[in-house]
């Protein structure tokens, strides 16, 4: 046991999906001049937008000269929407805040990188002295729903109705809408094992880039919360209209040659049946084969 604590219980096996080519990663970083600006849009204060990532593409998520602005990401396999993001297995794989190299895996029976993160300007923060992190995988959206067990009110442009409207074009529902990766949100767990936000350390010009390992449905909603500087709920609430800013969305196409070589990751090769045709385990043991 180090100083950290007891080991991750998932850990990268050499030669898997879970050893990650920093190098490669590094080259799409670093290219800036090389790749081209393919899409280029901003979402404004209180909405939702979704957007189409090729795979083999990268996508960036920009602070605005505004100010800090929180922004709850879904994403999804283009062309299939029940292979989606699955936070609770990032954060077992990855870890309950994301950035550079960190993966964002998809449900089951896929569980395959969606996403690899490629730049983050802000990994310097790290952990502060309450333990909060940037880029958060432990909260759940901003909902209408929530806000009336908690307000007894109803607020229409929550993030699961932000992001809801905007996959709406795509053929999706309030049903697709999942748990978020909450960008640019400095979060964590308090002495009680309790949830806690605090304002974004998020500056003007901050971004958060990604690598699209297959072909993308992303969709973002700019929190009604803002930077989170402001708590929505909980005795010193308030309307927190002037912590909202917008976020801009950028998409490019790398140099060709950076990712020759590169595939879509394939679903993992289990080939069973879930135990269907095998012997059944019972309470005096293992029966024989139906
Ligand atoms: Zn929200």
């Not at 180090?2 to 096996?13: E, Q, W």
């Not at 901050?206 to 390992?213: G, L, R």
Request: proline content about 8%.
């Amino acid at each position: 046991m180090s100083d950290k604590g007891p080991s991750a219980m998932y850990r990268p096996v050499t030669g898997t999906v879970l050893d990650v080519d920093t190098a490669f990663y590094d080259r799409l970083a670093e290219d800036t001049a090389g790749r081209e600006l393919v899409d280029r849009f901003v979402v404004p204060i209180r909405s939702g937008r979704a957007w189409e990532v090729p795979a083999g593409h990268l996508c960036r998520v920009v602070t605005t000269p505004e100010g800090p602005q929180c922004g709850d990401f879904n994403v999804w396999n283009r062309h299939n929407p029940k292979e989606r993001l699955w936070t609770s297995r990032t954060r077992q794989l990855q870890g309950a805040h994301v950035t550079r190299y960190d993966r964002l895996w998809s449900t089951l029976p896929y569980l395959r990188p969606l996403l690899t993160i490629t730049n983050d300007t802000l990994d310097w923060y790290g952990v502060d002295s309450d333990g909060a992190r940037v880029h958060d995988l432990l909260g759940a959206r901003c909902d209408p729903y929530v806000n009336r067990i908690l307000t007894g009110a109803d607020f229409d442009f929550h993030c699961h109705s932000n992001l809801t409207r905007a996959v709406l074009p795509y053929g999706l529902t309030e049903f697709d809408v999942h748990d978020v990766l909450n960008i640019f949100t400095l979060t964590g767990l308090n002495a009680d094992d309790e949830y806690f936000m605090k304002g974004s350390p998020a500056t003007a010009g901050d971004f958060f880039e990604f690598f699209a390992e297959q072909d993308l449905l992303c969709a973002m909603s700019t929190c009604p919360a803002g930077d989170l500087s402001v708590p929505l709920w909980g005795p010193d609430a308030r309307d927190p209209i002037e912590v909202c800013r917008p976020l801009a969305v950028e998409v490019y196409r790398p140099a060709p040659e950076l990712v020759e070589g590169w595939s879509v990751p394939e679903v993992p090769a289990y080939a069973g049946l879930h135990g269907l045709l095998a012997p059944q385990w019972t309470a005096t043991g293992l029966a024989q084969a139906p």
